[in-house]
C-alpha cells in the first residue's frame, strides 16, 4: 500500500463511519418515520443493529485519531 493510498483509506474512515451511524438511525431506530419495520426482527435486528452502531463508532473514532496523529 503505497502512502497515497494510506491516505486516502484513512480519509474514508469518517464518511463510512457517519453513513452507517446515518442508517443504524434510520432503519434500526425508526428516525424520522422513514422506515417502519426494517424486513428482521427479534435477535438478529438487535444484532444488525448493535454491529452498524459499533462499526460506526469504530470508524469515526479511528478517524478522528487518525486525523489528529497526522496533524
Known amino acids: 500500500m ?6 486516502r483509506s484513512r480519509q474514508l474512515l469518517i464518511p463510512i463511519g457517519g453513513l452507517a451511524l446515518v442508517f443504524q ?4 431506530e425508526g ?3 422513514l422506515i417502519e ?3 428482521v426482527s427479534g435477535v ?3 444484532v444488525l443493529s448493535g454491529g452498524l ?4 463508532t469504530v470508524c469515526l473514532f479511528g478517524g478522528v485519531y487518525l486525523r ?3 496533524s
Open 31 to 33: 428516525t424520522f418515520g
Open 53 to 56: 452502531l459499533l462499526v460506526a
Open 37 to 39: 419495520h426494517p424486513g
Open 44 to 46: 438478529l435486528r438487535d
Open 2 to 7: 503505497t502512502v497515497g493510498e494510506n491516505t
Open 68 to 70: 489528529l496523529r497526522s
Open 25 to 28: 438511525s434510520i432503519a434500526f
